[in-house]
């Protein structure tokens, strides 16, 4: 028996951060890593057959279509405006992966868990053994409201969080399109419901980073310091070798050339100025009313 194969894995890794912090190309490079395991969009349609996971081990071996599937060729990690071939949506990606932990016991945020955390921790185990993984890494906004109930299931588990300025968050979030049909955790409907009541569409974009990160701060109030990680969207894309290694090295994966290589291959554009260009001062404004106490205590706006 090898010494892999012999030594107990690392607990799992969660990610947290507001919506459009950069969660989802963190993820997607983490999983680049030989020894990571993920939830792939095979394993979100049939939650119930874990072992599925077998399939991680396919994207290795067809590289260029890696990029392409995953990251659009380049540093994306979402592709918007044109349809994917059939190719492209039946290869082997990580995904989020919602109705793999509903279907083992986590319920949506604010609905009522149903199993106990045995379930989910098995069909993690499954499906990291299955990958041939070693440390199984999960990005799913939700996490951000049930970090409670993820260290129900695994109480060694270590989380990283991911923080972006808000205002470059809040611009963001208005261009996606999924975001008016969204439902709200922390207000009952979607911005499209209350953009019909005649709620400030920048309000709500600004409100929901600030929601998101009181729930994260609530939920790792209850995680060790050593178990938490925080790190910066802008450090991210200006070294991002750096910190991929250092959250490679927190979550127990081991220092890796053939990582480092694929790595090399994206690119990590910084587009956090954007909103600077883009936004009328009126509308920064507004945005910066919302939001004013949580830039500053995370030091975007000083003074």
Same mark, same amino acid.
């Given at each position: 028996?090898?010494?892999?194969?012999?030594?107990?894995?690392?607990?799992?890794?969660?990610?947290?951060?507001?919506?459009?912090?950069?969660?989802?190309?963190?993820?997607?490079c983490?999983c680049l890593?030989?020894?990571?395991?993920?939830?792939?969009?095979?394993?979100?349609?049939?939650?119930?057959?874990?072992r599925l996971?077998?399939?991680?081990?396919?994207?290795?071996?067809?590289?260029?279509?890696?990029?392409?599937?995953?990251?659009?060729?380049?540093?994306?990690?979402?592709?918007?405006?044109?349809?994917?071939?059939?190719?492209?949506?039946?290869?082997?990606?990580?995904?989020?992966?919602?109705?793999?932990?509903?279907?083992?016991?986590?319920?949506?945020?604010?609905g009522?868990?149903?199993?106990?955390?045995?379930?989910?921790?098995?069909a993690?185990?499954?499906?990291?053994?299955a990958?041939?993984?070693?440390?199984?890494?999960?990005?799913?906004?939700?996490?951000?409201?049930?970090?409670?109930?993820?260290?129900?299931?695994?109480?060694?588990?270590?989380?990283?969080?991911?923080?972006?300025?808000?205002?470059?968050?809040?611009?963001?979030?208005?261009?996606?399109?999924?975001w008016?049909?969204?439902?709200?955790?922390?207000?009952?409907?979607?911005?499209?419901?209350w953009?019909?009541?005649?709620?400030?569409?920048?309000?709500?974009? @600004?409100?929901?980073? &600030?929601?998101?990160?009181? !729930?994260?701060?609530g #939920? +790792?109030?209850?995680?060790?310091?050593?178990? %938490?990680?925080?790190?910066?969207?802008?450090?991210f894309?200006? @070294?991002?070798?750096? &910190?991929l290694?250092?959250v !490679?090295?927190f979550? #127990? +994966?081991?220092p890796?050339?053939?990582?480092? %290589?694929?790595?090399?291959?994206?690119?990590?554009?910084?587009?956090?100025?954007?909103?600077?260009?883009?936004?009328?001062p009126a509308?920064?404004?507004?945005?910066?009313?919302?939001q004013?106490?949580?830039?500053?205590?995370?030091?975007?706006v000083?003074?």
């Amino acid at each position: 028996m090898t010494a892999r194969t012999a030594s107990p894995s690392p607990p799992p890794l969660f990610l947290l951060g507001a919506a459009r912090s950069g969660t989802s190309l963190l993820y997607k490079c983490l999983c680049l890593h030989p020894d990571a395991a993920w939830v792939s969009n095979w394993v979100r349609r049939y939650p119930a057959a874990p072992r599925l996971g077998v399939l991680n081990r396919l994207p290795a071996r067809f590289p260029k279509a890696r990029t392409a599937v995953w990251f659009g060729g380049g540093g994306n990690a979402y592709v918007y405006g044109t349809p994917r071939r059939l190719a492209e949506r039946v290869f082997p990606m990580p995904v989020e992966g919602e109705p793999f932990f509903n279907r083992h016991g986590v319920a949506p945020p604010g609905g009522d868990d149903t199993d106990g955390p045995s379930t989910l921790a098995a069909a993690v185990a499954s499906v990291t053994r299955a990958s041939g993984g070693r440390v199984f890494v999960s990005k799913r906004i939700a996490h951000n409201w049930r970090v409670p109930r993820l260290v129900a299931s695994f109480p060694s588990a270590r989380f990283v969080e991911l923080v972006r300025d808000g205002r470059a968050v809040a611009y963001s979030l208005s261009r996606v399109d999924w975001w008016e049909s969204s439902e709200l955790v922390w207000l009952p409907g979607t911005p499209a419901d209350w953009h019909r009541q005649g709620m400030d569409p920048w309000e709500l974009c @600004a409100r929901n980073w &600030v929601a998101e990160l009181d !729930a994260i701060a609530g #939920g +790792l109030g209850q995680v060790e310091p050593p178990r %938490r990680l925080r790190i910066a969207y802008e450090d991210f894309v200006s @070294a991002p070798t750096d &910190v991929l290694d250092e959250v !490679a090295g927190f979550a #127990g +994966l081991p220092p890796s050339a053939e990582w480092h %290589r694929r790595l090399a291959t994206l690119s990590f554009p910084d587009r956090n100025e954007t909103w600077r260009a883009r936004l009328e001062p009126a509308v920064v404004r507004r945005i910066e009313t919302f939001q004013d106490s949580h830039l500053r205590e995370h030091g975007y706006v000083v003074g």
